[in-house]
C-alpha cells in the first residue's frame, strides 16, 4: 500500500491505495458513487472525471498516478444546490432517461464547453464520443449541450 | 462484475514517481524486466503482464513539453494526444495534418490520457500515431546508458534492442516548402480504432513532380510500415490521376494484408487501394490533413 493524497470536488484528502488500484475503484470506495463503473476499459465514459481539468475515463488512470491531483467528479460540478449549466440544461432537455451515463456525459460536456465555449454540432459529438448512452439516442444530450453553451456564453435564452 | 473484481492485479509492488531521468533508468535497472514505465498508463491499466512488479510513472521527469529547435519540432514522450492537437506548432505543421490525424483517434477521454511516447512504444499495429510519424521521417531519443536518437521505423522494427529504453521524445524535421501530406483511416465506428489506415507525404519540385515521398499503411492487420516500392514508383511522376491510379494498384499489391476480427484480407486489400488513391489525392490537390 501507498499513500497518496488528492483533492476531490474541493477537500483534500490522503488516504492509502493498492500500486495496482485505479482511480475509479478508489473513488468508489471512498464514498464517490456518482462515478459509475460500466465497462472498466474505457469504452463507455460512465466514470469519467476531471483530472486537473481535463475529463478522463478513471478506470484507466492508476490512482497513484493522480497523487497530487486534482480530480472532479459529477458531485463536484454543481455550487452546493444550484446546478452547473449542463445539468440544468440536461434536465431541461429530458436528456437524462436511466441515468447510469450522464455523470461521465456532464463531466466530458464540461470539459468540451471549457476549451470550445462555442462548439458546433459535430464538436458536441465529438465531445461526448467517449460516452455511451443505451437510452436516448444522444439527440438530447447534444442539444442540451448546446444549450448549456449558449446559456454558459451569457445568453439566458438558450 | 464479480468476475471483474477478481481482476485485480495484485503482482504489482511498486507505482515509483521518479523525478529524474537518471532514477527512472536507476529504477528501470533494479527491476529489470519486471518494470515498465506508465506514460498515460492506458495500456497498462487494461491489461498488465503477470510478470510485471513494478510502474515506473514518467510524469515527474519534465518531458512533457513541445518545442521548436533548428527548424525541428521536439515532442516530449508524456505529451498528451490532446496537447499535441492544441499546440499552435503542430496545428502549423502541412496544413494541419497532425491535429486531423489525431481527430480520429479514440475519444477525448483517452486522448486526454494517451501519450505521444506511449503510442509510439506500445507498437499497436491499428495505431494512428505511427504511419503519421512514419511518413513525417519521424526520430525518438531513446535513453538507454546515453540518449541516442534512432529514425522511428528502426526503433519499431528492433523491439528486443530498446526494449529497456525509456523513449523521451520524438522529432519531426521540418517539411520543405510545397510539400503536402494526408492521412486516412478506416473503421467500423467513429471510436474504434483502424481497420485499416494511411498516410502519405510528398515533397515537389518546381515543376509539380514527386522529388520525395514516404507512405505507410497500418492496421494491415500488422504493425504499420512504408511501402517503399510504392514510394520509389512515384518518384520523378507528376501526381496525375494515372500516376496515383497506378500508384494504388501498386500497393495493394504490395502491402501484405490479413484477416482479424474487424476486417478481412480481401476487404483490407481493398481498403488498401482506395485509402492510397485518396490520400496520394488530396495531396495533388496541395492540401494537408484528413477530409472531414
Known amino acids: 500500500m501507498m499513500a497518496i493524497t488528492l483533492v476531490i470536488d474541493g477537500v ?10 485505479k482511480l475509479l475503484d478508489v473513488l468508489r470506495r471512498l464514498g464517490y458513487t456518482g462515478v459509475k463503473k460500466g465497462c472498466g ?14 475529463a478522463v475515463n478513471s478506470c484507466l488512470v492508476f490512482a497513484a498516478k493522480a497523487d497530487g491531483c486534482e480530480i472532479v467528479t459529477i458531485e463536484g460540478i454543481s455550487h452546493g444546490e444550484a446546478l452547473h449549466p449542463v445539468q ?21 460536456a464540461v470539459d468540451l464547453l471549457s476549451r470550445h465555449p462555442d462548439p458546433t454540432e459535430e464538436e458536441v459529438r465529438e465531445g461526448i464520443s467517449g460516452n455511451l448512452c443505451r437510452c436516448t439516442g444522444y439527440k438530447k444530450q447534444v442539444r442540451a449541450i448546446l444549450r448549456a453553451a449558449t446559456r454558459m456564453r451569457g445568453d439566458r435564452d438558450g | 462484475m464479480a468476475a471483474k473484481e477478481e481482476r485485480v492485479v495484485d503482482h504489482i509492488e511498486t507505482y515509483a514517481r521518479p523525478q529524474t531521468v537518471d532514477e527512472a533508468i536507476r529504477l528501470r535497472q533494479k527491476w529489470e524486466d ?23 510513472d514518467l510524469s515527474g521527469l519534465g518531458i512533457s513539453s513541445i518545442r521548436a529547435e533548428d527548424g525541428d519540432l521536439r515532442i516530449g514522450a508524456t505529451v498528451t494526444i490532446t496537447e499535441l492537437m492544441e499546440d499552435d506548432s503542430i496545428a502549423a505543421v502541412l496544413d494541419g495534418l497532425i ?10 477521454l483517452l486522448r486526454n490520457l494517451a501519450t505521444v511516447g506511449g ?20 526520430e525518438v531519443s531513446v535513453r538507454q546508458a546515453a540518449a541516442r536518437w ?23 524535421p521540418a517539411a520543405a516548402p510545397g510539400s503536402a501530406a494526408a492521412f486516412e483511416k478506416f473503421s467500423r465506428t467513429e471510436f474504434d480504432v483502424a481497420m485499416l489506415n494511411c498516410a502519405g507525404f510528398a515533397a515537389r519540385s518546381s515543376d509539380g513532380r514527386c522529388a520525395g515521398v514516404r507512405i505507410a499503411v497500418g492496421g494491415t492487420p500488422r504493425l504499420a510500415a512504408r511501402v517503399e516500392r510504392v514510394e520509389a514508383a512515384l518518384i520523378g511522376e507528376a501526381l496525375d490521376e494515372d500516376a496515383i491510379d497506378s500508384a494504388a494498384r501498386l500497393a495493394a499489391k504490395e502491402v501484405a494484408v490479413g484477416d482479424d476480427r474487424r476486417a478481412s484480407a480481401s476487404y483490407r486489400r481493398r481498403l488498401v487501394e482506395v485509402g492510397v488513391r485518396r490520400v496520394l489525392t488530396r495531396i495533388a490537390a496541395g492540401r494537408g490533413g484528413e477530409e472531414r
Do not use: K
Not at chain 1, 12 to 21: D, G, I, Q, W, Y
Not at chain 1, 42 to 50: E, F, I, K, T
Not at chain 2, 121 to 130: A, E, F, L, T
Open chain 1, 12 to 21: 483534500r484528502r490522503s488516504f492509502e491505495v493498492a500500486p495496482s488500484e
Open chain 2, 34 to 56: 519486471a518494470a515498465r514505465f506508465v506514460g498515460g498508463g492506458v495500456d497498462l491499466a487494461l491489461y498488465t503482464p503477470p510478470s510485471v512488479r513494478a510502474l515506473i
Open chain 1, 41 to 54: 476499459s474505457g469504452d463507455c465514459g460512465a466514470c469519467a472525471v476531471l483530472l486537473d481539468g481535463r
Open chain 1, 88 to 108: 440544468e440544461a440536461f434536465l431541461d432537455e429530458g436528456a437524462v432517461q436511466c441515468g447510469y451515463c450522464t455523470p461521465g456525459m456532464v463531466i466530458a
Open chain 2, 150 to 172: 534512432i529514425p522511428l521505423a528502426s526503433f519499431l522494427e528492433e523491439r528486443e534492442a530498446w526494449a529497456d529504453g525509456l523513449v523521451l521524445e520524438a522529432r519531426i
Open chain 2, 119 to 138: 503510442s509510439l512504444v506500445s507498437r499497436h499495429p491499428w495505431s494512428d500515431v505511427i504511419p503519421l510519424f512514419l511518413v513525417l521521417d519521424a
Open chain 2, 99 to 108: 491535429v486531423e490525424g489525431m481527430r480520429s483517434v479514440a475519444s477525448p
